[in-house]
């Protein structure tokens, strides 16, 4: 079980800002089901909500692949923010960033292949971890791009003949980036160059 950052409708209590791994931002069904719109890593925070003036969780925010970062009192950031100074202008470029991804991810989940949703994931993912080498299930990854175990599998099966990755016991390790690059839709493109403004 992937341990939660955010519930929605908990109190928001702290933002998080991860310095390492990934955090995956979903949006859950009444059905139980639930799907990813977005993932932050060092770039950016969990409880963004909180610089809206929003007091709960508006999305479940969840570890997807495991590292370290640091946590902010949610009274304490919000007074920090409101100074409108160095922290409030990277929040709101951030936000942009974020919305952009938000964005592309839907229409990407609705208008691409799998092997297309896949690559982008897996492209996302490596940019946010250190090296090429990080803990994913395909069950997990299922649940992520909102389709069945099946499409995985035979994606994950198929890159490995290819000999982009490997994957053995829960572990995927991305063997040839530049390959995989060319399997993946315009929209890693776009939602890397967003986050890329941002940050500089």
Not at 164 to 185: D, F, Q
Request: charged share 25%.
């Amino acid at each position: 079980m992937k341990f939660a950052l955010a519930v929605p409708g908990e109190p928001i209590d702290y933002v998080y800002f991860p310095s390492r791994g990934v955090m995956s931002l979903l949006v859950p069904m009444p059905s139980g089901d639930s799907m990813e719109v977005a993932m932050v890593g060092n770039e950016g925070v969990v409880g963004i909500h909180a610089y809206l003036g929003q007091t709960r969780d508006r999305l479940k925010a969840i570890c997807q692949v495991p590292g370290e970062g640091l946590r902010m009192e949610v009274k304490e950031f919000c007074k920090e923010a409101k100074k409108r100074g160095a922290l409030s202008i990277l929040l709101d470029r951030y936000l942009e960033a974020l919305l952009i991804q938000m964005a592309i991810a839907g229409a990407c989940n609705r208008l691409h292949t799998i092997d297309q949703r896949c690559a982008r994931w897996l492209l996302m993912t490596q940019d946010r971890v250190d090296g090429p080498v990080f803990v994913l299930t395909q069950e997990f990854l299922a649940k992520m791009l909102g389709i069945r175990r099946a499409g995985v599998n035979a994606v994950a099966a198929s890159f490995k003949r290819s000999g982009v990755i490997r994957y053995s016991r829960g572990k995927i390790t991305v063997l040839n980036r530049p390959a995989l690059e060319t399997m993946v839709c315009e929209c890693y493109k776009t939602i890397k160059q967003a986050h890329e403004s941002f940050s500089h």
